[in-house]
């Protein structure tokens, strides 16, 4: 069994609606959670970073982390076309030695048509 | 700055061949590492250094070596490939005490027969 779950979609929306992405996890020790973001033939970029349960927005985007059920959430509201690409989670455990040392998800691909 | 940067995009190999991934950054950055990406398996590390001169081993090391002899260059090499390397490859780099923000290359897509 993986140690970090992530439906691998694919995922299709109409433009506007809302997108919730999920990743479960099975090793409690992960403490830090994050959400890349990779366009086709790109490289993946952070698009948000979480410690603690609860969630943390940055403009459409929504951060969920709920330890206790070791599940996290990605919400996108009002979604765009140029959203399209795969996300992908990924999380490490707490301590200086684990620093960059990423787990992630499988990754799902979202599509946005107009 | 040019970031993080990948030579070559493409690559075909055949089995036992050996050859040499670039990874350069021009970010300053201490922490580099190697991740390959499989259909269905998402990510998964390499091979990791957090400075010249030192370096270890990630979830999937076997096949792979690395060197770091400076802060810009972390090169992966295979040494005598396989059909399971066929893969995405990709470099990235960090600030060490800022591991989670990590800076991806673009990729080098490499098919081995």
């Known amino acids: 069994q993986k140690e970090v779950e992530q439906d691998p979609g694919p995922l299709s929306v109409p433009e506007g609606a809302i997108v919730s992405l999920n990743c479960t996890y099975s090793n409690s020790a992960f403490q830090y959670f994050m959400w890349y973001r990779q366009y086709s033939r790109k490289g993946p970029e952070l698009l948000m970073y979480t410690y603690s349960s609860g969630n943390k927005e940055d403009g459409r985007f929504t951060a969920q982390v709920d330890k206790s059920s070791k599940y996290i959430s990605l919400f996108i509201r009002d979604s765009q076309p140029s959203d399209s690409a795969t996300y992908l989670c990924?999380?490490?455990?707490?301590?200086?030695?684990?620093?960059?040392?990423?787990?992630f998800g499988q990754g799902t691909i979202l599509t946005v048509h107009p | 700055n040019a970031g993080v940067t990948q030579t070559p995009k493409f690559q075909v190999l055949k089995t036992g061949q050996s050859m040499t991934l670039q990874c350069a950054q021009d970010?300053?950055?201490?922490?580099m590492s190697w991740y390959r990406q499989d259909p269905g398996m998402g990510l998964r590390l390499i091979h990791y250094s957090v400075g010249a001169g030192i370096t270890d081993q990630g979830e999937v090391p076997n096949g792979y070596n690395v060197s770091r002899s400076t802060t810009e260059d972390f090169p992966l090499r295979l040494l005598s490939a396989a059909p399971s390397q066929t893969s995405v490859y990709f470099c990235?780099?960090?600030?060490?005490?800022?591991?989670?923000?990590?800076?991806f290359g673009p990729g080098t897509r490499l098919t081995v027969l």
């Open positions: 990924a999380m490490r455990r707490a301590g200086g030695t684990s620093y960059g040392k990423l787990t």
């Open positions: 970010m300053n950055h201490e922490y």
């Open positions: 990235a780099s960090s600030y060490l005490g800022q591991g989670d923000t990590q800076y």
